[in-house]
């Protein structure tokens, strides 16, 4: 007997200089849509067109999603994994426009590696003046088995495009061992760069977070020289030991109104000699560096695949927590720069569903979540 092939609901969004919030993602014959909903009618979607990915296979399922992003000159991108015929390996894929998503070219691979490995879990942003930033999991530092010494973990790479995606500097290396199945989260900062963060492997397997400003262009990034490791800054300390991927990747928004960062993420810590895990929340210096006395833990020990905006004083965490049978999108609000909070209830729904996917421009900011039925959209603006 066949069984139906479950949907694949990981879903990208992106808000577009008009206002108007686009979404990408797989349909139930696994071809990647594109739909769009006007910013006075949000939720009333256009139809869906089917983007030309020349059959490749698409990576759609919880951490690693399809991803839409938009720049000036009406350059606007669509980026995927393409899982490869090895286990854990894949090419990152892109398709751009250069008129505001009403056309796309073919798709191509944005790496210059083409090795059968990982090139997975990417994450895409364009900075205050145009340039695309492009980040991905990368596993071509492993030396051959039985040769040389253990690499742990995989790396985070990534480069730069000035044209949106028509042209891209070489591949550099922003840091050796990071975790290799969780999301990179970035966010543009204050003075107009780009910020990242990602589960990191600090010694042999303390699985934490490292936090780095991205390079304004790939040739200015000077290469590491022959055994030394791109150590990034630590940005948090829960000490968790653990020699495995959680596929949970955080979160990181830009505190407009001053310097630093918000951020969140799942992890285990001690606590009273006990293991504690949960999604916590802190503020970061503007080098990535914890703020400690601002450590909160969310209040939901179900908490799941958070994520954080800020506009001026306003922060907004949202997260999914589910039972077993209902899964209910929650958001924690704070008007003063998350020194207090107040606990919202966006919404519920039974069965398979997505993890809440946040977008913002300026001071519209909008969670997204998808269950098999639709995709539902909640401005947490204000």
Request: with cysteine; aromatic share 8%.
């Amino acid at each position: 007997m066949k069984h139906a092939k479950r949907i694949q609901l990981a879903t990208g969004a992106a808000l577009a200089p008009d206002g108007r919030l686009w979404v990408v993602g797989l349909n139930d014959r696994g071809q990647m849509f594109l739909q769009s909903s006007p910013a006075q009618a949000l939720g009333q979607w256009s139809a869906p067109v089917i983007l030309n990915t020349q059959q490749d296979e698409i990576a759609a399922d919880g951490e690693s999603r399809p991803k839409m992003a938009f720049g000036p000159n009406g350059w606007a991108v669509v980026t995927y994994t393409q899982p490869l015929p090895k286990p854990y390996t894949g090419f990152v894929r892109m398709l751009r426009s250069a008129d505001g998503g009403q056309s796309f070219s073919a798709p191509f691979t944005v790496h210059q590696d083409r090795q059968e490995i990982t090139h997975r879990f990417e994450s895409i942003l364009f900075d205050a003046q145009g340039n695309l930033h492009t980040l991905w999991i990368d596993k071509r530092d492993l030396p051959p088995k039985g040769v040389g010494p253990k690499y742990i973990g995989a790396a985070v790479y990534g480069n730069v495009s000035k044209d949106g995606g028509a042209t891209f500097g070489p591949d550099y290396k922003l840091a050796d061992h990071s975790c290799e199945c969780c999301r990179i989260a970035m966010s543009n900062t204050a003075d107009g760069k780009v910020a990242a963060v990602w589960r990191h492997v600090f010694g042999e397997q303390t699985r934490d977070h490292g936090f780095a400003l991205l390079p304004v262009a790939s040739s200015t990034v000077s290469s590491t020289a022959q055994g030394q490791t791109k150590i990034p800054v630590r940005s948090t300390f829960d000490n968790w030991q653990i020699n495995a991927c959680p596929h949970h990747g955080p979160g990181l928004a830009s505190n407009t109104s001053q310097t630093g960062f918000y951020m969140v993420w799942f992890g285990i810590r001690k606590q009273d000699g006990q293991d504690v895990a949960g999604v916590r929340y802190a503020r970061l210096s503007a080098t990535g560096e914890p703020l400690l006395n601002t450590l909160k833990a969310i209040p939901d020990p179900r908490a799941e695949h958070a994520d954080v905006l800020s506009y001026k004083q306003r922060v907004v965490v949202a997260w999914r927590s589910s039972d077993g049978s209902t899964s209910t999108l929650k958001a924690w609000i704070s008007e003063d720069e998350g020194q207090s909070f107040s606990v919202k209830v966006l919404g519920q729904t039974q069965g398979p569903n997505d993890h809440p996917r946040l977008v913002q421009r300026a001071e519209k900011m909008l969670v997204v979540w998808r269950d098999t039925k639709e995709i539902k959209v909640y401005d947490v603006s204000q």
